[in-house]
């Protein structure tokens, strides 16, 4: 009789177990149908937005994750399997365990590409058409990628970088710029007949340039050194029109002085002669 | 009798599972109410203090957390009940703890943002409208954001960096600062002279200078090259207004000098002249 | 009878566990003759694209992944095996995970340069023929392999590098590049003279130079310092043609400037003379 | 009779586990009361020392530790209580861990800054009003916080940094300073008399200075440059007043040797004039 | 009789025991044995190709690991033998957790060593002979070893690291090596003349050196300072002998301008005297 | 009968667990007591040696490390016995076990301070008052103690840093050092004259020198640049006496040279004068 | 009877632990006594070859490791005898890991260490005697230890660091080394005649100097700048002498050259006066 029960319970586990197994494979394969639906779906609406990514590329990410998730769901479903059989599965687990170290070790810079990404997207750090610098790139940023930015530089280049490397951001693009000219004049000069030509220089400028938009300012005398005093100048102008403007001011500024006569400083020196005879004689410095 | 036993042990197990797998259900669908409760009302209390959040980026920032906290506790449930069906579920776990790693390690900066500015904050380093200098951005606090703060430069750029990087502060916006102005004169000249000279000038500080708020002093001789010695004068001013009064001081010293016929030096050198013809005569510079 | 019941029992185990082991041995052979067929195909089609990969390592690097492969499916059958007989298998698998940690952890780089060799290939970032800087390596894309890239330098030198190490990628052969020109005039110099004639000779660039593909530009006065004021010029050519036509513009620029006898200028020193004699007597500079 | 012996051990085991959900409820709401009290009583009597905490910080940071804490409790009794029904909290323990894991990688530069603090107010490195200088920052100690120091410059602007990048410590108020007076001199100098000139003026040192509790001295001959011997005088002073010392000193050396008529060397240059019509015939350099 | 059992059961379960004791050291025996010969195998097959490792080394590695080997085997058996007899051996493994993890973090870096001088030779980056440039060290390649390479500079110095601190190699054995020679010209020169000359010396290049295996170049302007005109001259050489070419280029180049009497600019300064009395009357710079 | 046992079972199950319970609480304290004594003695005893610990510091060092035992055994025995209860203690090992992470990396620097500075004293790498540099401090080393090293500057300031930090010692106080002169000497001097002369000067060395051990050395021609020839001599001294005699060296060299009358030498630089008349006519440098 | 037999039971379990308890008592007591003896073997025997490890040093590290040995075997044999009595070690083991991470993190750099300093002698990469530069320390090494190695410079002061921080070592005691001069002369000089004289002079090179062991070199014109020409020569010498070769063949080519009469060359400079009426008039650059 308890061979009999035993039989019962058998069969019972058996049948519990074939049960379990189809139960899992199903599972395993509707779990996979849907988020491979998800999956497209959040290809084709989510990055419709500021993100630009091209429909090969697009394609190519989708299958490869599509690939991934299956692959993973499947070897879960397995291993699931396997533990009915009371087959201990400590070694494959173990053994997947290293690999998905080693990957997931690898693959964190990834993960932090993709989340610094979205937050430059979600905060509006900088959109295309700004001009930003990011470490060594200087420039006006030209697309922003799901893992990558690009920035082209004035001379023609493309910086391409990480966005996990996307630590500092400097954006010229935000607000008005400050033009700053430093003009050297030598101390021999009358400061106060320099600084009423400077004013008046100053007054020409708003009009004149169009970049401009609040009367140009005279900071005043930024440094004294041995050889020159040095006054800045400073224009408020359009975003990113300051080296224009700067170019420009130079340009006129000297024309206005050069006009008037002013002369800008050459570097001098002082030079006291001796002559060779006199070398040690006048060794004693130390006089009387 | 034991079949029936069974049956009723079964069935008791059966229907105490069918129970657990309902109030499971029910707890998750509960806990996530809860959750997204407490996330709303954090989000419209909470940062409504200094932290400035823009209405878009408040709601989008609330909607994704929500998900996220969905997500979890419903994977949690689902794993609970499958667990309750004596599926092993060590593989469904290892499978989700690879991408939990990856996850956690690349998310630990997003930690580290958050949990620094909040003590930024806690600790008032710095507030919206400070002058500031962190690493390379130095400037007025614009915006100190949940994950980011956000300095302008004078020139007008905005510097954008997470506050995970913020280490160092330099806040000039808490004390008085210093205007200092360093004075080159000649070794030739008349030390005691000069210093009653620049004495009588810095008398004239404080009541033409609003911004200063104590008597301008005499710092002495700070340095003393082979050129030039070098005076420094000092200023305690309002903050900030540091750069403006020490440009103020170096023009109106130049000016007080001029009228006074003290000159500033050149850089001296002096010159000794040997002909092409003493050179190798000259050679045995060993005399006698 | 309960004697022959656990010996059936035991029976049932015994043969069980048979099945068991000779099951698992099956599967684990079968495995590695699928996944073997899988390295082999991947290797034959995948890497047919972009990536280089010569026919000796192409067959060394299969082999060696087939090799890493038998070993730890073997490793995990026995594991399997051996806890079939209720043998403890914590101590091999802890002494596998330290050896694995290990590994797993020196291996990391290697994950890392092929997922970042994945997406330098997947988001096009460079390819063979480009003219790039990364790093200190500036040069021509040689070849982009698996886990390196080869720049050829424009002096023959070859910098060989983990794709791993590549963060920042500056490609200058995406975009027309900018020949830049800067050219220093003396102060004395009749600005709207020389700028007369910059134009003049701007004016040749365009038809006599065919890598250039928009008229060259006089962007102004760059910097004005005291010996010099600096003008820049710029001319668009075709990618990476700027360091060509920028060397030709001097040249062009030079010879034309000859030809109309203006000066470029030397450093220049205002020198004023002092006797020695003058020396202490002067050094009331205080005068009065 | 086995039925009622299931159902005495079925109440048996409900009763018992409906004990435990009381009892652990009851133990976790104790344990929270008792360690909100050592909280609040720790942050009353402890940091009354050198830690400088006002009053509103204190409250919001008692009060911040009492949250987390009661939410850690309850959440560790909830899964305790969830366990007793035999419910694998396998997942629900997985899921915090990724949490956990984040947030303890992100939390772990706070514990640094927290062990740091401890370590430099229990080993007084430095405290309130010391002149120190840490990493960049250079100034005197105003607060010495949980987490962070602030130290101001003497230039008025306040350098703010986690305890966590103290790591090298310079504190100059521990002991007596050094003043140090470098005096360059000519090479045409008599030394001898330079030298007992010197040895007169550091005579006049110590009864004029205050600041000064030792002879000062005489080091010797640091430099001997192409244009110039330097000699080193030092003076010890009170610690932090060698800034002070050394610029009196300077304008006071300067004075005495301007008095015995001793001149400071200005840069020297031994220069040997060529025709430019000897040029090229002089080129046979090598005579004869 | 249910004693009876019970001691059948026993005695089942110790001769069981029993087995599985002398089953698992035969088994560790035999094991130890396998891999000593595998070990032995490789050592003397596998490195017999680039690699160069001496005799002694040889064994001595080849022992090191043998001894590593059985310590591990023999441990991982003990483990598994005492788990038999019930004995929880959490203990034993946590300790030998900690010894291994710490080993495992410090062994870290040797398994990068060994991985990444694996990749050097597979990928054959560089080989005996090569003139390379890696980190500091530039030199002939003199060893690859398993674990550092050695690099002979020219000047007899042996550089040593290990592989992996090989990151970014440089290669100058792989291409023909470009001679690159700058030349000063005066700006007084007539630049059409000296080009003439130039390329008539260039003509005289390739048919002199044997190591120059494309006609001489000239680039053109490189450079245009305020003191002198660079021009660039390159030669395709062999594998690096352009420092060998471009000395004897250098030299050639001087004498063949000599020849012709061209001259070579020194650096020139305009200088512009002013009286000392000139002064302060000419401080007036704004004349009129 | 069956309720009976099983009575009797809870019984002896509920007695044994009492047993249990009160044993851990008996062998904690026990515990707890013989740890504090230990650590007592340890603090009494061990440190008497070469690190210096103040009696306050000791005391305070001593509470804090019993407190944190004392926390930990407690903790220990009580999850323990909530687990003789048979409740599932998983939930406060995984709370406590965020918390030791977060802790356990917090710490490791403090680990890794004090481990390091077992070995400086161990290994005798430097004791109070010997002279060294260990990064940027440089000085005489006040204090080693547990977890920082104290070093005072010449100049009085105290560096103090985490014993963590030294790498790399410099210790200037282990054996003699070596003084270095270096002294230029003009072109046109009779090399072999001052050689006699210089040889002459060091035979004055030793016997005038204490400090000095050995015959004092002319090392040779040390460099040879356009201007001068520079001439090394050495002087092997006490340890830490080389700053002194290089000093007294220079000091009796200068005088030595100046009465036998030989000239040190200025800068020299050979001025060729063009009139700027002559400037473009001189243009054709190529001449003929 | 069933009583009896639970009795029965009870007390086969009962004795079996008391046998287990004995067992693991003595085991470990014999596992220490074997430890220790093969430490002191160890230490006896095998450092006695190229690490130099003092007396003293000697037994304080063999007793180190005893006394850790020790009490990590009777911290594991407690933890499996109380695991014996079915009391859950989970706490234990918990508590003694968050040490052991501590401890293993802390202590990864001391394995790194010694790893590395056993490659260091294992591969010979340096030893005593040896001359070479590592990091910052250049000089002799002086003693290659377990943990740190030390470098003599040859101004006496000692260089002591870790072996984990030899990464990159330089050797200048394995193969000879080359003397390299580098010699300016005048752009006015006829090098022909020069090189005549230099060939002249390195045939007295090999013939005089002991320690050169090849004929002398001249490499060619290595520079040519705008006031120069740089010939480079080179001489091969046993290992080391590089410094004193050069420095008396410079010493020597001096003193040859004088003899013969050849002029090196000071700075040459053209310059061009122009007088201060001049400088307006002559503003118009642009002639004609």
Redesign the interface.
């Known amino acids: 009789m ?2 009999k ?2 039989d ?2 058998m069969w019972l586990a058996i049948s519990g177990t074939a049960l ?1 197994v189809v139960l ?1 494979t199903i599972g395993a394969y509707i779990l996979i149908r849907v988020v491979r639906i998800i999956i497209r779906k959040s290809f084709s609406v989510r990055f419709k937005g500021p993100i630009k990514v091209t429909g090969r ?1 697009h394609q ?2 989708s299958k490869l994750l599509e690939n991934v998730v299956t692959y ?1 769901i499947w ?6 399997i396997l ?3 009371s ?12 690999v ?13 590409d ?3 990404g979205f ?1 430059i997207i ?2 509006d ?2 959109s295309v058409g700004d001009y930003v ?1 990011i ?3 200087e420039g006006t940023v030209q697309e922003i ?1 799901l ?2 930015t690009k920035v ?1 530089a ?9 966005n996990g ?1 996307v ?6 693009s ?5 033009a ?1 000219v430093d ?13 009423r ?1 400077i004013m008046e220089f100053l007054e020409t400028v708003q009009p004149n340039y169009e970049e401009v938009i609040s009367p140009a300012e005279l ?11 040095v006054m ?1 100048l400073t224009a ?1 102008t359009l ?1 990113m029109q ?1 080296f ?1 403007v700067a ?2 001011m ?2 006129d500024l ?2 206005f002085f ?1 006009a ?17 005879g ?3 004689a ?7």
Chains 1, 2, 3, 4, 5, 6, 7 share one sequence.
């Open positions: 308890i061979t029960m035993l019962e319970e379990k899992l590329r190519t990410l993973v070897f879960m479903a397995m291993v699931t533990s009915l059989f087959i201990n599965i400590s070694g494959i687990i173990a053994g997947a365990g290293v998905g170290l080693a990957v997931g070790f690898g693959a964190q810079n990834l993960v932090r993709v989340i610094t937050f979600f905060e750090q900088f610098r470490n060594q790139a990628g893992r990558t082209q004035w001379t023609g280049e493309i910086f391409i970088f990480p490397n630590t500092d951001v400097v954006n010229f935000l607000h008005n710029s400050i700053v003009l050297s004049i030598s101390h021999d000069s009358d400061l106060a007949k320099v600084e030509l900071l005043g005398v930024q440094n004294m050194t041995a050889t020159e005093v800045r408020e975003p300051h224009g170019r420009r130079r340009r000297k024309e050069d008037r006569g002013v002369e800008l400083p050459y570097p001098r020196m002082v030079v006291m002669h001796r002559e060779p006199e070398n040690m006048d060794a004693a410095v130390v006089k009387k």
